[in-house]
């Protein structure tokens, strides 16, 4: 008897999502009585039932598509009630649709234990996780993750090239990380001495005035004549503001991220401390580079692909896939998982807040893989 299943994305894609779905359903085909559809732009698309059928493409084709950034089947960011997770239920069982694999974040995990309450046994749910936040509880890291650590490390360490020849003599480097300093804190990988950017290290999980920074900032300047900052794009100051960045506010009213933080701070830092000063925001390129995509993380990716299928076909539902730090898989209840935030750890902050320890960029190596050092000219 063949089993349907149906595998939705949501969120933001990443470098390594579409491994996810080339081990999930390479994993399902080589299991012999499995059926697996995709969703097209995730919730929306099967309230739709707009469906992609995942077991015509060839084993090369998806193989390919393992290695394309983005999501092959388009995500979203479509919330649903209480009613359009009645419909959504309904729909899957009318297509005999009877195991759904949930891929994406916080909010996508949520959604999955939603689901699987919903449907009240009807339906296999299983979560697989992504996200370049690194934010989701129960589980060592994210695929997603490495790959956005390793860009934004680069991002920062070629910036710094360029500060240091013809400093600026302040720049601003905004990251990725909403409301989390994992990505921030990744930019540590590209210091290899003290004069190496960056600088200074700014995490959400420590507030910080403005008054402080400029002084960290002059403290810098003095040493080196030129300072380079990482900050999250979700930076709040002591009173938990964004620096009077303009904040985006949602159709349900809820703030979002501040659109312009990177350059309101170099702006407010400009005029505190009369040094010439710059942003940077790489922005969504983080997260959709193939070129600097970690090969662990794709591996990790794929594996989570695979370890869903694993799990599916031992009957387990209502859980996650979960990576330890070597990049094995097990499963969690999303009950464990669903609500929570895994912030960068205290024990990982260093300086204040202003940089991290030596204990994280270990843990982060393996994951991003290394950042070399650019050789440079000293005077003999």
């Not at 779905?21 to 099967?46: I, P, V």
């Not at 995942?54 to 919330?79: C, M, N, V, W, Y």
């Not at 919903?118 to 994210?142: C, E, M, W, Y």
């Not at 940077?280 to 995509?293: F, I, Q």
Request: aromatic share 4%; charged share 20%; with cysteine.
């Amino acid at each position: 008897m063949i089993r349907r299943a149906i595998l939705i994305h949501g969120g933001g894609p990443t470098a390594v999502l579409n491994a996810s779905l080339a081990g999930l359903a390479l994993e399902l085909r080589r299991a012999g009585h499995w059926s697996l559809l995709g969703a097209r732009f995730g919730f929306a698309g099967l309230l739709a039932e707009d469906f992609l059928d995942l077991d015509a493409p060839s084993e090369t084709l998806l193989e390919q598509i393992a290695l394309a950034p983005g999501s092959a089947l388009g995500s979203s960011r479509h919330a649903l009630d209480e009613a359009g997770y009645e419909q959504a239920v309904r729909i899957l069982l009318q297509h005999g649709i009877t195991t759904a694999f949930l891929n994406g974040g916080n909010g996508t995990m949520r959604a999955a234990r939603h689901l699987a309450e919903t449907a009240g046994g009807r339906l296999q749910v299983i979560g697989i996780p992504k996200t370049i936040d690194n934010d989701i509880p129960g589980t060592d890291h994210t695929p997603g993750y490495g790959s956005v650590a390793r860009f934004f490390a680069h991002a920062v360490r070629d910036a710094g090239e360029d500060n240091r020849s013809l400093p600026s003599p302040v720049m601003v480097v905004e990251t990725l990380g909403r409301d989390t300093g994992w990505v921030t804190a990744a930019t540590a990988l590209a210091r290899h001495s003290p004069e190496d950017a960056p600088h200074l290290i700014y995490l959400p999980e420590q507030k910080v005035s403005l008054e402080a920074i400029c002084n960290d900032v002059e403290r810098v300047f003095r040493r080196l004549g030129r300072c380079v900052i990482a900050v999250c794009e979700g930076q709040r100051d002591e009173n938990g503001h964004p620096f009077g960045a303009d904040v985006q506010v949602d159709r349900d009213g809820r703030q979002r991220l501040a659109a312009n933080l990177g350059h309101t701070l170099a702006l407010l830092i400009q005029h505190q401390t009369g040094l010439r000063t710059r942003s940077e925001k790489p922005g969504l390129t983080g997260r959709s580079s193939a070129v600097l995509a970690s090969t662990r993380d794709r591996a990790d990716a794929r594996a989570c692909g695979i370890e869903a299928a694993r799990a599916a076909q031992r009957g387990e539902t209502g859980i996650m896939v979960r990576l330890d730090h070597s990049g094995q898989t097990s499963t969690i209840n999303l009950r464990e998982v669903t609500p929570g935030l895994r912030e960068f750890p205290q024990s990982w902050l260093a300086n204040e807040g202003i940089g991290v320890t030596q204990a994280f960029v270990e843990w982060l190596k393996p994951l991003a893989g290394e950042v070399e050092a650019w050789p440079g000219l000293t005077k003999s």
